[in-house]
T-cell receptor, first 117, second 117 residues
Framework: GAVVSQHPSWVICKSGTSVKIECRSL??????MFWYRQFPKQSLMLMAT?????????EQGVEKDKFLINHASLTLSTLTVTSAHPEDSSFYIC?????????????FGSGTRLTVV | AQTVTQSQPEMSVQEAETVTLSCTYD???????LFWYKQPPSRQMILVIR??????QNATENRFSVNFQKAAKSFSLKISDSQLGDTAMYFC??????????????FGKGTKLTVNP
């Protein structure tokens, strides 16, 4: 249980275009989702936290207008990289908090490798 | 600000042997969660083990166990009977409740573990 499905797994786009990444919670309701960025051989860097039905909270230094996050339902959160440039190339991972009487933790999507050419 | 330190960038162990990964953290909070996550070459983040700070008993999950020393702010992971499939990056993470009631996971930089046949 507690699966987060992330799509696409990888995407190549041209510089200046926009790319949308989706994360769906398959068997639970995700009231809060987190978006991370991971550079090669580095740790996860939190970009923003999204709560269903409200505006996302961005970490310091993350451009809100470049990384648009929408969390319109309890099972879907999206990250749109707008006007992508080569420096936006990275591995993006979503995560959702799972809370039940027996478990409290975080489950992660499988990640999206974005390459901007 | 809370920080998580993993002082071992890389470690290796022979198959079937035991290895311990170190993690220390800094916080003024009294109630929090600690996690160990595994990221194999597929880059899927997998929860290995979780510890609630208010529990004195160390968490155990099959071959994985932790040594949680709250006063010393130490949270090491012991892997017994190491298997080739344990080869991965291991991230220690601390969960704090940020200002405004929001929450976030703070990750260490990771330890790359290689299990040799």
């Amino acid at each position: 249980g507690a699966v987060v499905s992330q799509h696409p797994s990888w995407v190549i786009c041209k510089s200046g275009t926009s790319v949308k990444i989706e994360c769906r919670s398959l068997d639970f309701q995700a009231t809060t989702m987190f978006w991370y960025r991971q550079f090669p051989k580095q740790s996860l860097m939190l970009m923003a936290t999204s709560n269903e039905g409200s505006k996302a909270t961005y970490e310091q230094g993350v451009e809100k207008d470049k990384f648009l996050i929408n969390h319109a339902s309890l099972t879907l959160s999206t990250l749109t990289v707008t006007s992508a440039h080569p420096e936006d190339s990275s591995f993006y991972i979503c995560s959702a908090r799972v809370q039940s009487p027996l478990f409290y933790g975080y489950t992660f999507g499988s990640g999206t490798r974005l390459t901007v050419v | 600000a809370q920080t998580v330190t993993q002082s071992q960038p890389e470690m290796s162990v022979q198959e079937a042997e035991t290895v311990t990964l170190s993690c220390t953290y800094d916080t003024s909070e009294n109630n929090y969660y600690l996690f160990w996550y595994k990221q194999p070459p597929s880059r899927q983040m997998i929860l290995v083990i979780r510890q609630e700070a208010y529990k004195q008993q160390n968490a155990t999950e099959n071959r994985f166990s932790v040594n949680f020393q709250k006063a010393a702010k130490s949270f090491s992971l012991k892997i017994s009977d190491s298997q080739l499939g344990d080869t991965a990056m291991y991230f220690c993470a601390f969960m704090k409740v940020a200002q405004g009631g929001s929450e976030k996971l703070v990750f260490g930089k990771g330890t790359k573990l290689t299990v040799n046949p």
